[in-house]
């Protein structure tokens, strides 16, 4: 028997999806590098900024993401203001902006940068109306609201990667970046509510910080996205475009390095500037005695002789009248000095965070939240040590509501009273008319 194989095996059909896929591939492939001629760039950027020109999508859902974020700020829910982000339209203006600046063109600068500007001002104003609505209550807890008016390392961090991949994703791909867009207005529009919050409620500490912490992420996140652009060989190619990247890189550093302080840090380092001496946080639980003046009543007898008169009849007879009148008892005014502890005023002086929470009970539910310079008042000689942790028993004035709890002692700072401070002796006053 004899086996023969044919020479040659038919080449399988390829399917529709895999001639897409290779599509895509050669698509992004292309985009991997800035065309070098003026057409293949003029192209690509025109393709690019069709994309990211902003449409009405994006006010919408602006305006129904800041509703959220507005109401999760007024009630404090950490799962409103998660959904709130998930509703936010796409961080595509950012990516036209970073763009603009890449290839010098002014007016897709100015149009894209308008339409981020009006988004961003409906998530404020969103919040401007969550903060007013919080007046009619009484103290509320804005925790969400102080933490995210602040800023954090972490965020910066995530706010880098974000950018970076939104960059990334938006010029190799055609499909829409929603998680890192997500990342994006979690850094953006989170701290903005924040400070319309703050302006709305009245509540310091959150307002102006919120809109620095804003500012902050947004030069940050256009800082590498343009670097990230220059990466995937974006270039300016032309004088004015030079020159518009090179300004813009400018006010970008200024206002990162001015709004965090690493200017002063860096003159610091260089010999330029004395750094400020940090305060020695001091809780003392010293019992200040204060006199109190208690009038103590003691009845004594005292009798007066005021005079001995008498009468002499002219007709002989002899009557003597002696009169001998009784002052009622005075009473003895005594004044006594009472030990009793004075309350301490201290200062909020956190080292992270920008402040502190007041706490029902040490570790418990918070029930207020207070920032760096903020004023407590510390109720002495009672204090709990939990977990080699000094908790200090508070109150403080809140939205014109006295807030009573418990604080962690190293946040707060305090002039030592005068130690060995004794009462002298107890005067005794007496009335005598």
Avoid at 23 to 31: C, S
Wanted: aromatic share 12%; with cysteine; glycine share 8%.
């Amino acid at each position: 028997m004899n086996y023969s194989e044919p020479a040659s095996q038919p080449t399988p059909e390829q399917t529709e999806e895999f001639v897409s896929a290779r599509a895509r591939r050669r698509r992004a492939q292309r985009r991997a590098y800035f065309p070098t001629d003026e057409e293949g760039r003029a192209a690509l950027f025109t393709h690019l900024a069709r994309r990211a020109y902003p449409s009405y999508e994006l006010f919408v859902f602006a305006l129904v993401s800041g509703a959220i974020l507005g109401l999760g700020y007024f009630i404090n829910s950490q799962a409103l203001l998660i959904f709130g982000i998930l509703v936010a339209p796409l961080m595509t203006p950012w990516i036209g902006m970073s763009l603009a600046v890449v290839a010098g063109s002014a007016r897709f600068f100015f149009q894209t940068i308008t339409a981020l500007f009006v988004s961003s001002l409906l998530i404020f104003l969103s919040g401007i109306l969550a903060g007013f609505a919080s007046r009619t209550f009484g103290p509320l807890t804005f925790n969400e609201a102080f933490a995210h008016s602040r800023l954090w390392w972490p965020d910066l961090a995530v706010l880098t990667i974000g950018s970076i991949i939104l960059t990334i994703s938006f010029v190799r791909s055609e499909e829409r970046p929603y998680l890192p867009s997500a990342l994006l207005t979690y850094e953006f529009f989170l701290p903005f509510c924040a400070a319309g919050f703050g302006l709305g409620s009245g509540v310091s500490e959150i307002w102006p910080q919120g809109l620095y912490v804003f500012i902050v992420h947004l030069a940050w996140a256009t800082f590498f996205g343009i670097i990230t652009l220059f990466f995937l060989r974006f270039y300016p190619t032309s004088a004015g475009g030079i020159a518009f990247t090179g300004l813009t890189f400018i006010v970008l550093i200024v206002l990162v390095t001015s709004l965090t302080g690493f200017n002063r840090w860096i003159m610091i380092q260089a010999g330029l500037a004395t750094p400020e001496p940090v305060p020695v946080a001091q809780a003392s639980f010293t019992p200040v005695l204060v006199s109190t003046i208690t009038s103590s009543p003691r009845p004594e007898q005292a009798t007066a002789l005021i005079g001995v008169p008498t009468q002499t009849p002219t007709r002989g007879a002899t009557r003597t009248a002696t009169q001998t009148p009784t002052i009622p008892p005075t009473e003895t005014s005594t004044s006594t000095i009472t030990a009793e502890p004075t309350p301490i005023i201290a200062i909020i002086r956190a080292a992270e965070g920008g402040g502190a929470f007041i706490r029902e009970k040490p570790g418990g539910i918070v029930v207020a939240t207070l920032g760096n310079g903020s004023t407590v008042t510390i109720i002495p000689n009672d204090f709990q040590d939990v977990n080699n942790v000094i908790w200090v028993h508070v109150f403080a004035i809140v939205n014109d509501v006295r807030v009573e709890g418990w604080m962690i002692q190293s946040v707060l700072q305090t002039a030592t009273p005068v130690a060995n401070w004794q009462p002298s002796s107890t005067p005794f006053f007496t009335s005598t008319p």
